[in-house]
């Protein structure tokens, strides 16, 4: 790994970025994983409006999700489906 807290951490083979600074959750969408940038943020801030309908909570995390992130059109039901499973298996832990 090359770069340090000035220049950045980038690879020093490639130029990309280190396996180990990718910060990118990712989660199952249509059973291939997918990176979700700021997940975490995401589902605590869905959990902060204290909703309880499912088409509610899922409308909010896509909603956020879609202004960090590119959903596909054909693919937002399934996001919706990956997106409510992940927010519900952050609510239980």
């Given amino acids: ?3 340090d807290d000035k220049d950045g951490y980038y690879c020093s083979i490639c ?3 280190p396996p180990d600074k990718i910060t990118t959750k990712r989660i199952l969408v249509d059973g291939k994983e ?3 940038d700021q ?3 995401i589902i605590a801030e869905v959990k902060k409006l204290g909703l309880t309908d499912d ?3 899922t409308g909010e995390l896509l909603k956020r999700t ?3 992130n590119y ?4 693919k937002v039901q399934e996001y919706e489906k ?3 499973a992940e927010y519900k298996h952050a609510l239980s832990q």
């Avoid at 959903?71 to 054909?74: E, L, M, N, S």
């Fill in 39 to 41: 997940l975490d943020w």
């Fill in 34 to 36: 997918t990176g979700i």
């Fill in 71 to 74: 959903v596909p059109t054909k």
């Fill in 1 to 3: 790994m090359g770069g």
């Fill in 66 to 68: 879609r202004a960090l």
């Fill in 55 to 57: 088409a509610a909570i």
């Fill in 82 to 84: 990956a997106l409510l």
């Fill in 15 to 17: 130029g990309g970025i």
